[in-house]
Structure formats: structure tokens, C-alpha cells
């Protein structure tokens, strides 16, 4: 082959592909405002009659059949969509329809799907739907190969509201197999009944694991938990776990978590002590306030969580704070602001030395 | 002589030749892995999750931080929309630089501020002093910062890493605009892996031409000059898809300053931003691979393929040309100030394949590119060269380069679709054919200007970019 000929060639080649990549995108263009355009109109014609027979008393179902495999498809997707906004006996009815189309079985089968768009799209589904039945088709798709799949399926069992999902969840986590925001959000949707096993986690786990838990028992509140906690708040070796045992005793807010918290004020690490006193103030402890005012004098995030947990301690704290504030030591100025930033938000006037830009 | 010079000439040519095949095939592989990246983000964009990351209380919380000099045309707009982005815990720091036309003015008025006396420690070094610091009345996140300018951003972001307050920062421009659901997308690596990813960057799209109103992109527009339009291709193909490739590949060094968000602790960690640096952003991420490779810590550098951020870029070549110098020069500082980590195997993937790529190519690439062009016009004008060798070089350096221009918007058509109109689309192919005939020389001449003036260390090349503000619907034309 000659050199002309070969030039040539790899001219002709290049105009072909960027011939054919010019059409492709074109054609693309076309068809997807094309589809767009149908399933609009179709949309707009479902929609209605939906929304109707949802608002009957005894609906009946079967009337709503659209003709022809694509407006089924537009059917079962709209109607999965209503699903998260609705309640009682409107859900139960749309879960029905879902059902009796086959949508729920479709779904369950596309777990076991080949590709892992599918699967994970049918553990949104069935999240949605939430039908109990369906909870160990999402509750296998934990171990799924792909990252998003797993985490597709642990929110889906937080959606389905089962508490049996809990040690599945947990063992997820614990094995790395999900992470620990998607873990954390299913276990807060399956609620307080969750707790007993949380509390039992946090002994045996890892440091990911006792985070979510301590996160957790935090915010159901479980007052019970609070010795396990203040042990990880005080003594465990992970900065994590620390951090989270610190944040969970003020969220709890039960008096048996001050002593614990004040230890921590004096704690190795400026994140786990900042940590502390958010705690107290959340905490409302007035028993407290010696012990913040010294922590306005440590470093920069212990002054200012310590000044803004003061503003929290009702009037004690805030004339505490205008004590500390009209002298002019360090911790004046993270006193001065804290009760000028606690004044905005509450949608009051700043004091006049302070007055509008 | 003659023969020898003669002989020089021919063999330049053919490594120039060979140094834009190699290029060019650099490109294709990035566009390629970022097309399969960008498949799997569509088909997964439906369970992402970030309602959850929303939802969930314990998503860590953000503080953006907008530098803003003489910024009042937009910047009024742009805080509401930060203002009103959907996520669970952030603040918006705005540094006010110093500006001579009333930004801070038009800031005080819209939001009703109240000067505090906020605490400002000094965690990392900056230069410019804070002069007061401001805060809406009715507790909305909003932190106004006012400093002495000292014409460095890098300046006025070490402020805004210093009063911000939330475990995350996110650098973003005051000219820009950011998606409702940007934030959360933009976090959801750090919510997905906390204890390893350090810094994530986002989406940059040009939003001149572009419809804004009450801070939300309303309307998708293709800018209506060359020059801008130009630009959206360059973004597309080498700010978009060439880094979500390079991010596939785990060798991500430049998270835009223009939209990036960090660990905060880290950035602290690392001596915050370098206030010599014309390119600050690649300097701390640089910066952050060099310190965790050194202090063997477990990381990741990523780059988030969905949430995007709409920015105003240069509507004229004058300021393009400024821009890309100072571009140049900030390269230059930052390889030259990493210069032990070229090559290196200590520091992997960065030291052997993406610093050289960067310095034989982003850096380099403007002297090989004009002196090989002048060397091929040379080589043929004197008949050293046949003009079959010219065709196989317009070949591989300029239909090569539109075949990845055109691929790249190929890739947005399967992809996002964000240009809805077949103008746009017949825009952006015009627009793909221009880039390289004309605009991209010239492109490297500018590029080769600022790396001679960082050579010599020249005064870096700063100037302010007027701003034309944003277009809102009462200003589209019928």
C-alpha cells in the first residue's frame, strides 16, 4: 500500500466516523424528543383518570387499562411515582393496581436481573411498593457485586419498613458492603424498634458500625444505651466512634449524660472537646456553665461551640455570656458573638454598637 | 548545512507529527472512559440516593465559600441561588475583596446584614485583612466577609477557609450559578466513603446565553458568540469528559476553583491555599496528593459527573487571552513547585503518568504546537515536505482533534442533554470545526505567553473579566 493511498485511508475513515457520530447524535436528538413528546401526551392522558379513580370510594381497578405495551409501561411508572406522596388507603390502592398489573412480580424478578441497572431499579421499586413479601428479594440484593445495587437495596429496606431487615442491614455495614449514610438513613425509617439491637452492635462492631449505632440510639433518644455510649465516648480508641458516642449523649439529653460529656470536655483531640460542649447546650445542662466558660479559653472551635452551647443554657448562660462579653479577653470575643449571632437568628435587633451596615 | 538543516526540519515535523497522534489518542482514551462513566451515571441516575443524603441528619454539613470582586452585577442573584440549594446543613461565606463598585452595597440591601464580631482564627495562612464581617438579620446562612484586597482569589479563599465553620468547604464563583440538587451531588462521594475522599470536583458549563431566573437555570441556551461557543465545546470535551477520565483513572489534578469541594481539615492539614499561586486550585490538590502519598494516608481525589455549576466565561477574545495566560503561568508555578513529584513512583498514578502528561502536553503542548506548525508551513514552502505529509498532518492535528470535539458532544446528546434546541446542537458542531482551525492556535499562542512570562517571572497576568450579568426572562429575545 502507498503512502498516498494510506493517507487517504485513514482521511476517509476519520470523515466516516465523524459522519456517522454527526448522525448518530442528530438521530439521537430526534428520537428522544420524539419519545419525549409521546410519553408527554401520554402522561397527560393517564394522568387524570388515575387521580380520579383514586378519588372514588370503591375504585375499580381494571377500568384503568391502557391500551398497548408502552402506555403500560407510562402507567406503572406514574403510578410508582405517586407512591412516596401518598398515604392510607390512596397508597394501599395504588399498590393494588401496581399488583394486579404485575408490577410487583416484574419487579422481583428484575433482581435477578443481568444487569445491574435493572436490579437496582427494581429494589427502588420494590422499596416504594413496600410489600412485606418482597423483603428477601431486596434483602439478597445486600450482597449484590455492584456498590450501587447494594446501596439501591438497603434503601429500599428502610423504605419497606421492616424491622427483620435490621441485623441484614447492619451485617452490610459491618462487612463494608454498603456505606454508612445509606445503612444509617434505612435504620433511622425502620425507627426506635431497631434500639435493642443497636445497643447491642455497639459492643461487638466495627468502627463504622458503632458510628451509625451511636448516631442512631442518638436520635431515638435511648436513654438506655447511655452507659454503653458514654463508654465509647470516653474511652474507645476511634476518633469516629468518639465523635459520634459525644454527639449521640447530647442528643439523648438525659441528666445521666452530663457527667460523661464534662469528661469529654478535657479530651485528647479539639473535635472530640468542640464536640462536648455542642453537647451541653444541647443537653440544657445550667450545671455546666463553669465548665464551658473555662472552654471558651481553648482553642478555636472549643471557644465557639462553647459560646454558642452557653446561648443555649437559657438566661443563666446568655448573662453569663454578656459577663464574659464586656471584658476584653479572648473569650469576650467569642461571647460577643455568640449572643449577637443568637439575637439574628432570633429575628431580633443587634445591639446598637453593632448597628446595620 | 543545507542537508542538515533540511534534515532537522523533515525529522521535527514527524515528532510533531507523532506528539499530536499521541495527544489526540490521550483525548480519545479519556473521552472514551468517560462516555462508559457517563452511561452508568444516566442508567443510575434514578436511585442515586440523594434524597437519603438530604434527608438523613447526619450528612456532614457545608460552608461555601464565594470569593467577590466587583462582582454587583450577579453576585445578588447567585447568593440567593446558593441560598436556596437543597441541602441539609451548609452556610454561604462570601468574601468580599475589596471590590470598588458596590457589591457589598447591593449584598447589605438584599439581605439586610448586621455587622458581628465574628471570631476569624488564623488556621491557615492570608494576607488581607478582615475588616468586619456581616450577617442577615433572621439567621439566614449567610457569612459576608470584608477584607483589603490583595489581588489574589487565593487570598481571599484562605479568609473564607478561616471563617468558615462546617466540616466541608466548597469553593465556588461568584459569577456563578449552581443547580438546586449540585450540592448534594457534589457530596455524595464524601457521604459514600467519608473516611477517604479529601476533595471532589464538579461540573463547570458556560452560562452565558443562558436563561436565569430567581437564581435557577430556566433555559439551556448555546452563547451567540463564536468565541463563547467555542468555549462550551472546551469545557465539554477537556473540563467535563478529560476529567471525569482522568478521574476513572484515580489521577484527578484540578478541582476547578470554580466549583470543588474539600475536607476541610485536610485543606487545613496541608497549610490551606498556596497565596503565590495563579492557579490555586491546582496547587492544593496537587498539594494534597504530595502531603497524604508522604504521610501514606488513604485518599481519593474525585470528580462527580452530575451535579453542575453554571459559570460566566470570557464573551470576548481579549479577555479569553488573559485569562489563558494567567492559566499558563498558575500551570508552570504548580508543576515547578511539585517538580520532585514528576516521574516520581513515590507518588503512583500522579508522579509517573498525569504531572508528565501535564507538563509534556498542557504545559508544553503551545511551544510544540506553534514551532510545529511553523516548521510544517517551512518544511512545505521549501518542498522539504510533500503535501501528502501535509494532508496526514492536517489529519492528526486538526481533523483528529474535531472528531474528539464532535465525539464529546455526541457523548452529551446520550448523556445529559442539556441544549435542548437543534440550533444549539448545529451551534455546537460549528463550534467543534472552529475550535481547531484558528481559535486552537491561537489558543497556544496565548498559553505560550503565559508560560514565558512565568519563565521569566513576569508580573502575572491579572486583570478583572467585566461581567455582563445574567440573562432573566424579560431580557430573552422573542
Redesign the interface.
Known sequence: MT??VS?SI??AV??G??AL??I???M??AF??AHDRRQGRLEAALRPRLLRLLATEDPDLDALAPQGKHAGRVLDALAAGLLPKLRGSDRAGVVELLERRGAVDRACRATMSRR??LR??A??QLGNIGLHRTQPDVARLLHDRHP?VR??AA?ALGKQGDVESAPSLLRALDNGLV????V??AL?RLGDRSAPLLEMTLRESSVPSRVVCC?LLG?FGAVGAVPAIAAIATTDPGY?SRLAAIRALGRIGSPKCLAPLLTCLHADRHAHRAEAARALGRLGATDAIAELVAALDDE?DV??AAAAALTALGPEGMRTLETIGATPLRAG??A??AL??HA????R??PSQ???? | MAHLVRQAIIDFDWFVLGYFVVLNTIYLALVAIAAVAMARAVGRAAFSGYDDIFANPLTPSVSILVPAYNEASEIVESVRAMLGLRYPEFEVVVIEDGSTDDTFARLAEAFDLVQVPRVIPPLVRAMGEVLSVHMPRGGEPLVVVRKVNTSRRSDALAVGVNASRHSLICMVDADSILEEGALLGVAKPFVDDPERVVAVGGVLRAINGTTVDGGRIVDARMPKTWVERIQVIEYLRAFFLGRVGWSRMKGLLIVSGAFGLFRRDVVIEVGGLNLESLGEDAELVSCIHQHLRETKQPYRVVFASEPVCWTEVPPTARILARQRRRWSYGLAQVLWNHRRMIGNPRYGLIGLLVLPYYLLFELLGPVVELVGLAAVITGLALGYLNVQFGLLFATVSVAYSVFLSVAALTVEEFSARRYRRWSDLRAGLVAAVLENIGFRQLHAWWRLRGLVAAILRRPAPWGAMPRAGFITPPDVPR
Open positions: 503512502y498516498n493517507i485513514a482521511l476519520l470523515a466516523i465523524l457520530l454527526t448518530a447524535t442528530a439521537r436528538r428522544v424528543n445491574a441497572v437496582a431499579r429494589a427502588e450501587e446501596a439501591a434503601r456505606p454508612a449514610n445509606v444509617s438513613m433511622m448516631e436520635l469516629w478555636h471557644a465557639f470575643r467569642y460577643t458573638e449577637i449571632v439574628l437568628e432570633h429575628e435587633h443587634a453593632f448597628a446595620a451596615a
